[in-house]
């Protein structure tokens, strides 16, 4: 049985440099509140608000290191209560995507696109895919065992040396199921 550990992803936002220091300060460091699942990968003691045409979440959570580029990931039920309409997206894949406000104790910035509704997905290290014969952008079928259990499909794979196994979903799809972060799905392909 091929069984992965979920990890239910609330909203949260990916700073670049660039955003951290107008948002924080010249030469600003963030903080690390706590690993994530992710090798390196870490949730930042900092925060910011995030403003939409009709609405605002006034404590996002970074998650840093920082990026290339600034991103946005929200719930598609997030999304309604701000105003905006990203798409579904793998991370990273910010080109025709909504803009949003960033407000931080330095200072505010707009950014023009970064804001998706993160694409649930699987991380497996290569070892793990090897052994489950899985390829890296592959589209999965996988089984949520919650109290009101459901089937996802296109769960994508995706594959590195520097990825842990975890099954990521936004925080609508865990309440859809009654999913919990540590509890195991089960890919049915």
């Given at each position: 049985m091929k069984q992965v550990p979920v990890g239910v992803s609330a909203r949260h936002i990916h700073l670049s440099?660039?955003?951290?220091?107008?948002?924080?300060?010249?030469?600003?460091?963030?903080?690390?509140?706590?690993?994530?699942?992710?090798?390196?990968?870490?949730?930042?003691?900092?925060?910011?608000?995030?403003?939409?045409?009709?609405?605002e979440f006034g404590k996002v959570r970074i998650l840093g290191p920082a990026r290339k580029?600034?991103?946005?990931?929200?719930?598609?039920?997030?999304?309604?209560a701000i105003g905006v309409n990203p798409p579904v997206r793998e991370s990273?894949?910010?080109e025709d995507t909504p803009g949003i406000q960033l407000r931080g104790p330095a200072g505010e910035v707009a950014i023009d696109n970064g804001v998706i509704v993160?694409?649930?997905?699987?991380?497996?290290?290569?070892?793990?895919?090897?052994?489950?014969?899985?390829?890296?952008?592959?589209?999965?079928r996988v089984k949520l065992e919650?109290?009101?259990?459901?089937?996802?499909?296109?769960?994508?794979?995706?594959?590195?040396?520097?990825?842990?196994?975890d099954m990521h979903i936004d925080t609508d799809e865990a309440n859809a199921a009654g999913a919990r972060n540590g509890d195991t799905a089960t890919i049915i392909d």
């Open positions: 440099p660039e955003h951290i220091a107008i948002l924080f300060g010249e030469g600003y460091e963030l903080t690390e509140l706590k690993p994530l699942s992710q090798p390196g990968q870490y949730a930042a003691n900092e925060t910011v608000a995030v403003i939409g045409p009709k609405g580029q600034t991103q946005l990931e929200i719930s598609r039920t997030d999304a309604f990273g894949h910010i993160a694409a649930r997905h699987i991380h497996f290290h290569t070892s793990d895919a090897e052994r489950w014969g899985i390829r890296d952008k592959q589209e999965l919650g109290e009101r259990g459901l089937v996802l499909d296109h769960v994508i794979a995706r594959v590195s040396e520097d990825f842990a196994l």
